[in-house]
RNA sequence: GGUGCUUUGGCCGAGUGGUUAGGCACAGGUCUGCAAAACCUGCUACAGCAGUUCGAUCCUGCUAGGCACCUCCA
């Protein structure tokens, strides 16, 4: 198997990756809290953790991936005195929370769907893990590192300090955070402000509150990690991702809780991506500059010029390494619009080109694409090979270049840089038959099955998603052309180029070749 | 105030102690009825200052700007 290596937020270093369990890898990734519709900042962690996924599998290891939905205990503000997130959402819209949770969950799935990010092996909910949490709650009072003030429970940090280290993982000491805290009004049931709440207690009238030993209440937003972590991945575990925002204090308290209850922080590699930030701010909800991912995928935004794909999305975000944060522009968009056009153009002339070698081109991410289904298989079938069947240096260079770049942090851009090296030679073969050997078409191939479609996730969004109507398009697309290339023969410029226009205006373009004529429907 | 990160060519965005990242845009050329695409060529940058070094964009220090976290946030 390939060396994998991933920056260790822990260490803040590029460590090899060993899982604790030969061939097998276990990974825990915050999802979503679902108030409000997913955003261009939710895409990111959504698709860097998909190729990660994709990644692992593909280099053989058998992954089980957790990413939660938070619907319960997502605090706005200062803990103390914030509201819910979703019983805010649902007071205003008069809804069931339940109802906010169930919509925007939908919608997030949806979004998740058409950016071909593969569902996770199991998809925990806060509100379904109650009774883990209270237990949890009840172990870390019993471990001493908690205490009960009026109905809640918090979290001591100064106690937990004393044995551990408190900002471990945000590289900060507890003095550090003490002279940041903000003070609060005094009213507060915390012995000190950086405690955190593990169950907090409900005021009567709050809807979203269960029974527990201290009452009814609800449980601390940082407790749901730990628990479901654990419960599904077992006390140690290999991989915990989410966004750098999240490193303080959201993961600090999970190593925390960790260690106060289980004796461990539980966690080997703490993997973090940055932000999308937008002229050079970052987006988020709280800022209120972000753009939605149904509004991206339809234009309408005040800042957008255009609409753009889900696919030219995910290109984008797989341009830039997932430790730096990258930046919202239309014209960045654009840019990564043409770039992933390129490559998909160039996957389809290597389809014929390998059909016209006789090389078995099942070339995925062409056929319709259902995630509702979890079909695994549409980028599991192959391990990532050692060795390549091309004759070509060049080419035998590029294969090794990718994976290189691949397990070298994840290293997307760089991977792709030699995606575009190959897209070139593809476009070379097609000027000029003969330059490539079946064994460098083999190749290719391969390149672009694994670790295009497979790995990076891209698929072809210009071929159609049904068979049928495919078939029918194509039929028509030769009929046409043919007359076309009548008028051509006739040298009816006049005609030839009213149907190219017309062909245009609905959305296909057709381009003359040696060959004759092609086309593309955007 | 504390902690950490960052500053790359017209734009986006990798990376490295000495050699062309890549994409997009732009200019010229080939091809073509025209167009588009493709291919070829050109555009060679690393905030400023000082230091280490045979040599620094890449190491060190300082200066200036930007950002993130310290409160909910992917």
Redesign the pocket.
Known sequence: MRDLYLTNTLT?KKELFIPINPGHVGMYV????VYGDAH???A??GVTYDVMFRLLRHLGYKVRYVRNI?DVG??????DE?ED?IAKKARLEQLEPMEVVQEYTFRYHDAMRRLNVAPPSIEPRASGHIIEQIEVVKKILEAGFAYISNGSVYFDVEKYNKEFHYGIL???SLD??M????SLDGQSDKHA??D?ALWKKAEPQHIMKWPSPWGDGFPG?HLECSVMGEKYLGNEFDIHG?????????HECEIAQNEAWRGTQGVHYWVH?????IN????????GN?ITLPELFSGEHKVLTQAYTPMTIRFFIL???YR????F?N??L???E??YK?IM?AARDLREIASGAGVASPIRGTEGHNACQMDYNEFLSDTAPESCPADSEGIKDIFTKVYDALCD?M?T??A??YI??A??LI??E??KKGTLTKGDIETLVRLFDDVVYGVLGLRDEASSDNGKSEKTISGLMDMVLDERAKA?AEKD?PL??SI?DHLKALGI??????DGAEWTLD
Request: hydrophobic share 25%; aromatic share 8%.
């Open positions: 803040r915050c999802g979503p809290t261009l900042g939710h990111r962690p938070t997502h605090l706005e503000h200062d803990a914030g997130k945000s590289g900060r550090d955070t002279e940041g805290t903000r402000p950086y955190f937003w989410g966004g750098m925002d999240l490193m303080f204090p959201h991506n940055n932000m999308v930030t050079g701010q970052k987006m988020g909800k709280s800022l972000f341009q830039a390494h730096s944060t990258l930046d522009s014209e960045a654009q840019a990564a043409k770039g390129r153009q942090d290293n851009p760089i792709l840089s575009f090296d897209v070139k476009n070379t097609k000027e051509k410029w030839s180029d190219r373009e057709v381009k003359d070749t040696k």
